[in-house]
DNA sequence: TTTTTGATTACGGTTTCCCGTAAGGTTGAT
DNA sequence: ATCAACCTTACGGGAAACCGTAATCAAAAA
C-alpha cells in the first residue's frame, strides 16, 4: 500500500475523516500530511521532493472556500495542474461534492487525474475502493457518478461566447460588433439569430432566459 | 454534558466524522444514533420517543441527495419540521454546505432551530462550541457564516412566480391567465410588466436573462 | 474557368416585449 | 359625500426579437 500521501481539503470535519480512512488502509499520516489550503499543499510536495521522499498519491477536494489571505492557487484543478508540473507522476485522487460525470471525465481527460470520488453517501467505501485501484495503476471511475443525459447540445466556444453577451444584458443587434471585436466568426446578425435559435431548438426551450439558466446549471459559462 | 444525539447526515465521510467529534465532547453514539436518511431519522426519534429515552439534540445536514427509493423527507427543512412535531422540545444543530446568513437566520426565525454550523474550514472545532452552547440553553450563531451583502431586491412569493414562468418558457402575454390560475394579484399585464422591470431596475440589470441567472445564482427559485 | 454547394449575410414581415400615459378602482382622511 | 393618494388595468407607439426568404460570398468540384 502507499507509503505517503497528501490530502488536501479545506473542511476539517472532512479532513479528519480522510485522515481516519487512510489509517483503516494502514496509511500513515502525520502532522505534515494533511492541508487545509491548496498553496500549502504545493508546497509540501515541494518540500518533499526536495527531501527525496515524494509523495505518490493526493487526495484532493476541487472547491476551496475562499478566505481573506488570498490564496496563489484557488482550486484543485489549479492544485493539479501545478502538482503534476513539478512531479509528473504523482498520482491524484479528486474528492469532490461535484457528481456530474462531465466534469468528472473532463478531469480524467484533461488532467489525467487517476480516480474520481463523489462525496455522497457511501463515499468512505468508495474512497478506499478508490485508493486500492490507483495502488494497482487503475484508474478509478466511481459508480457512484450521477450520469446524467448527455447534453443535447455541445457548446462551442462561440455558443459560449454568445451565452456570456446575453448574460452580460448586451441585445443580439449589438452582437455581431461585439463578436469582430472577438475576432469570432460569423458575425452577420442572422448568423447570430440562427445559431440562438438552433441552440434553443435542441435544447427545446424557448427563451433566452432559459437558456442561461441552463447554461448556468451546467457550468457551460 | 447530552447523553442523546441523533446524526442525520447522508455523506459517509462526514457522518464518521461527526461522530468522532461528538465522542470527543463525551457523548456516546450507538449503531442506533446516527442516519444517512430523513426518514430513518424520525423513525429513530418517534422509537425513542416512545421507549422513554428521547433524543436531546439532533444534528442535521440541510440537503441529503436524492435515492432512488423516494424518501418521504426529503430535506434537512422538513425533518426539522417532522421532528418537532412529535417532540417539541427538541435541540437543533444544522450543520451545512449553505454559508449564507440569511439561510441560516430564516431557519433560526422560522424553525426555531439552536445552532447553525457551516461546513468549512473550521467547522469541528465550531461545531463542539455550538454543541456546548445548546447544552448550556444558549443559540449558536456560527462566526463562519459569511455576510453577504444583502440582496437589493426581496423577492416575494409573487416575484419567484413570475420567475418561475419565464424560467419556464411563458411568455408575459400568457402570465395574467397563469398567474390568475395561481390567484396571484395583480395579474394584468402591465402590473406584471411593471414589477419585472422594477426587479430588473433595482438590480440593475437590463434583460429577463440576467434576471433569471440571478435567481438562481442566488437560490431564489 | 465555370459550376456547384454550403455557409454567411441582408432584408422584410410578424410577434413579443418595453415603456409611457391615461383610465378605472379602492382605501382612508377630511 | 368628497377628495386625495395609491394601486391596478387598458391601450398604443416604438424597439427588439423572431423567422422565413433571397442575395451574396467562398471554397471545392467539374
Same mark, same amino acid.
Given at each position: 500500500? #502507499?507509503?505517503?500521501?497528501?490530502?488536501?481539503? &479545506?473542511?476539517?470535519?472532512?479532513?479528519?475523516?480522510?485522515? $481516519?480512512?487512510?489509517?483503516?488502509?494502514?496509511?500513515? /499520516?502525520?502532522?505534515?500530511?494533511?492541508?487545509?489550503?491548496? &498553496?500549502?499543499?504545493?508546497?509540501? /510536495?515541494?518540500?518533499?521532493? $526536495?527531501?527525496? $521522499?515524494?509523495?505518490?498519491? =493526493?487526495?484532493?477536494?476541487?472547491? #476551496? &472556500?475562499? +478566505?481573506?489571505?488570498?490564496?496563489?492557487?484557488?482550486? *484543485?484543478?489549479?492544485?493539479?495542474?501545478?502538482?503534476?508540473?513539478?512531479?509528473?507522476?504523482?498520482?491524484?485522487?479528486? #474528492?469532490?461534492?461535484?457528481?456530474?460525470?462531465?466534469?468528472?471525465?473532463?478531469? #480524467?481527460? +484533461?488532467?489525467? =487525474? &487517476?480516480?474520481?470520488?463523489?462525496?455522497?453517501?457511501?463515499?468512505?467505501?468508495?474512497?478506499?475502493?478508490?485508493?486500492?485501484?490507483?495502488?494497482? $495503476?487503475?484508474?478509478?471511475?466511481?459508480?457512484?457518478?450521477?450520469?446524467?443525459?448527455?447534453?443535447?447540445?455541445?457548446?462551442?466556444?462561440?455558443?459560449?461566447?454568445?451565452?456570456?453577451?446575453?448574460?452580460? *444584458?448586451?441585445?443580439?443587434?449589438?452582437?455581431?460588433?461585439?463578436?469582430?471585436?472577438?475576432?469570432?466568426?460569423?458575425? *452577420?446578425?442572422?448568423? =447570430?439569430?440562427?445559431?440562438?435559435?438552433?441552440?434553443?431548438?435542441?435544447?427545446? /426551450?424557448?427563451?433566452? *432566459?432559459?437558456?442561461?439558466?441552463?447554461?448556468?446549471?451546467?457550468?457551460?459559462?
Amino acid at each position: 500500500m #502507499f507509503k505517503k500521501v497528501l490530502i488536501a481539503e &479545506d473542511h476539517e470535519i472532512v479532513n479528519l475523516s480522510l485522515r $481516519n480512512a487512510l489509517t483503516d488502509l494502514n496509511i500513515m /499520516i502525520t502532522n505534515q500530511d494533511y492541508v487545509f489550503y491548496c &498553496d500549502d499543499a504545493l508546497t509540501r /510536495i515541494e518540500k518533499a521532493l $526536495n527531501e527525496d $521522499n515524494p509523495y505518490e498519491l =493526493i487526495i484532493t477536494d476541487l472547491s #476551496f &472556500d475562499e +478566505e481573506p489571505s488570498q490564496q496563489k492557487i484557488a482550486d *484543485g484543478r489549479a492544485l493539479i495542474k501545478a502538482a503534476r508540473a513539478i512531479q509528473p507522476d504523482l498520482k491524484v485522487l479528486v #474528492f469532490s461534492i461535484e457528481n456530474r460525470a462531465l466534469i468528472a471525465n473532463s478531469l #480524467f481527460k +484533461e488532467l489525467n =487525474i &487517476d480516480a474520481f470520488v463523489p462525496k455522497a453517501r457511501h463515499d468512505a467505501k468508495d474512497l478506499k475502493m478508490a485508493i486500492e485501484s490507483i495502488y494497482k $495503476n487503475k484508474k478509478y471511475h466511481s459508480p457512484n457518478l450521477r450520469q446524467k443525459h448527455v447534453n443535447a447540445h455541445i457548446f462551442t466556444e462561440y455558443d459560449k461566447a454568445i451565452v456570456s453577451l446575453l448574460l452580460e *444584458g448586451k441585445t443580439q443587434k449589438e452582437m455581431p460588433d461585439l463578436l469582430k471585436q472577438k475576432k469570432l466568426e460569423p458575425s *452577420g446578425l442572422s448568423s =447570430i439569430e440562427k445559431r440562438i435559435n438552433h441552440i434553443k431548438t435542441t435544447l427545446n /426551450i424557448s427563451n433566452n *432566459g432559459q437558456l442561461i439558466a441552463h447554461c448556468i446549471a451546467n457550468k457551460i459559462i
